[in-house]
Structure formats: structure tokens, C-alpha cells
């Protein structure tokens, strides 16, 4: 019998598939949503790479709707994203539009399925980034996705979002997070200011469970510095 239903949007990429192992690990239901399977969740959903944004959200909405055989979900975690670099000199549309496929389609799809499938008091939380705060002249795409994914997370904290009473809305905005791929493009950094990935799962799982939780709508930065990771509200 598990304790709990949660559901990880880009539950293949590093940090998603820490938080499913990290769920899974604590007797929850986990469902998993990637262009990617994940064989270590209880149900895995693979998005049509090449579906339009609408053809996603109604074939993700079905497909929740159909694994939950009527249950709710105490928290939608969106974890997917990516990342680009550039400025407006070149391929800025290319770049723009690859970073609002894998981080504004996923987190308002994630929105939808709460307000669907989300119970009273649940937990919605979304993936921004820190450096999107102010201007990103040298990722110029990046910077918009996620900014848009900000002004998402106050708009679905907001009366009349259409999430259940009660629900917890926030987003996290990592600097860096200590995955295999940045330490392998980034080998001579300073790693002790590198966020966990199992932290930050175990942050997701204290929100679930309603501990610990921040002013509704709230963007939580993630800074760490040797090794210790402070949660700090942005203005």
C-alpha cells in the first residue's frame, strides 16, 4: 500500500529520475512523464517527440487520467527542461524555441494535470532558474522559458488558477545542479557549489508531505556553497 501518489514530469532526465527513485524508495506511487520510459516508475508515459503542444497536453491528460483509475495525486513535480546557449546574433528563434518546448509546454501541461487530477491541499512545483531573475544576454532563450515558468508559478498560486483548495504552487530556481553531463562538460568547477540531486528530491518529498513549505507561489533559490544548499525566496 503506498502512502502517496506523486507524478514527475521529465522523470528520465537526471534530476526526474532521482526523484522517482527517491519516491519510489519511500512507498509512493510514482508516475513518470519523459520522452523517455522509466522502468523504475509505477507508470511510465512517453510523450510523442514530435506531437504538437495540444496533442501533448490531451494525450498526457488521458493517459494520468487512465493510470489513476480514479485517484488523486499529492504532487505533479516538473523537472524537465534543458538548457541553450547564444544571444540574438544567432539562431535565437531556434534557440527560444527549443527552451520553451522543454521547460513552458512541460510546466503548463504539469499546471493542467493538477488542476485535473491535484487533491485539496496538494503540491504543484516547477523548475525555473536563478540566473533567469534578471537578463541572460548569453542564453537569451533559456532566460525567457524560464522566466515564463516564474510568471506561471504566481499565476497558478492566484485565486481562480483552477487548482483544488489548499494547493501549494512553487518553483525552484537552481544555479547549477551536479549532474553527470555538467561534470562532464564542466570538470574544473568548483563542485562543493553544485546543487544535489537527492536534496532537492528530498526537498519535492518534505513539500509533499506538507513540511517545511514556503509562501504560496514563492520562487525558492537553490544556493549552494561547500556543500551546504540554503532555500532562499527571491523578491
Known sequence: MSVGRVLIYGGKGALGAACVSHFKDNNYWVGSIDLNENDRADVSIVVPRDSS??????????????????????????????????????????????????????????????????????????????????GTPGMIGYGLAKAAVHQLTHSMAGKNSGLPEGAFVVSILPVTLDTPMNRKWMPKADFATWTPLNEIAGIFHKWTKGEQRHKNGALIQLITKDGTTQLVESD
Open 53 to 134: 503542444w495540444i496533442e501533448q497536453e490531451q494525450e498526457v491528460l488521458g493517459k494520468v487520467g487512465d493510470a489513476l483509475q480514479n485517484n488523486k495525486l499529492d504532487a505533479v513535480i516538473c523537472v524537465a527542461g534543458g538548457w541553450a546557449g547564444g544571444n540574438a546574433e544567432k539562431d535565437l528563434a531556434k534557440n527560444a524555441d527549443l527552451m520553451w518546448r522543454q521547460s513552458v509546454w512541460t510546466s503548463t501541461i504539469s499546471a493542467t494535470v493538477a488542476a485535473h487530477y491535484l487533491k485539496p491541499g496538494g503540491l504543484l512545483a516547477l523548475t525555473g532558474a536563478q540566473p533567469a531573475l534578471k
